[in-house]
């Protein structure tokens, strides 16, 4: 099985040869990785004789792998152009990320409300996708829910929930982008993203 058959389970069909590409002319090393609660990707620049190196979480829905490896492939070519002259997600970062999309909107590949929510997301692009709540949501439509999984957002407020490792919690108030939920054995506090997937144990 060569590299775009591979990449073709986690990516839109005519996104995976751009992206072997890509790995090829910057000679990286290209990992799909379990998942991470921390970050959906990451990217490293040579070192001590090893090469780029990129790694995207294999959870991931397929927009949500190319949008994320775009990304990360960002940083790789801002590192070549500037090395640590430039901030991590500074203008230079900004400028690559816009045109390192372009030919993924020329192919027509993403459906028309993720295009959508990129082009909006790609006036100032973030750190990271995940905190554009408009493009997180629309991204997160395309994944396969868990049986019974509900996002925190939709819950009202003092609805019991539980994650999937059994802790139990209470949703309480907005706080910016986040929500405060009391973790009932333990009162302690959290903040929780808007879209996290939780199970209702006790609604309102």
Not at 2 to 27: C, H, M, S
Not at 50 to 56: E, T, W
Not at 141 to 146: A, F, G, I, V
Request: net charge positive; proline share 6%.
């Amino acid at each position: 099985m060569n590299k775009v058959q591979i990449l073709e389970k986690y990516l839109p069909e005519e996104a995976a040869p751009v992206i072997v590409r890509w790995i090829d002319f910057f000679q990286c090393e290209f990992k799909v990785s379990r998942s991470r609660n921390s970050k959906y990707g990451d990217y490293r620049p040579p070192f001590n004789g090893k090469p780029h190196r990129i790694s995207v979480n294999n959870n991931l829905n397929q927009f949500a792998f190319l949008v994320t490896t775009v990304h990360e492939f960002a940083h790789l070519l801002t590192w070549n152009e500037y090395k640590k002259s430039s901030k991590p997600h500074g203008q230079e970062w900004k400028s690559n990320f816009k045109r390192m999309m372009a030919p993924f909107f020329e192919k027509s590949i993403f459906p028309p409300d993720i295009n959508a929510a990129i082009t909006k997301y790609l006036e100032n692009p973030a750190a990271s996708s995940c905190t554009d709540l408009n493009l997180y949501k629309t991204l997160k439509l395309y994944d396969t829910l868990k049986t019974g999984s509900v996002t925190v957002d939709i819950l009202p407020v003092n609805t019991i929930f539980k994650l999937k490792n059994g802790r139990t919690f209470r949703k309480e108030e907005k706080i910016r982008k986040r929500f405060r939920c009391v973790e009932i054995s333990t009162g302690a506090l959290y903040l929780f993203n808007p879209m996290a997937e939780v199970f209702c144990v006790e609604a309102v």
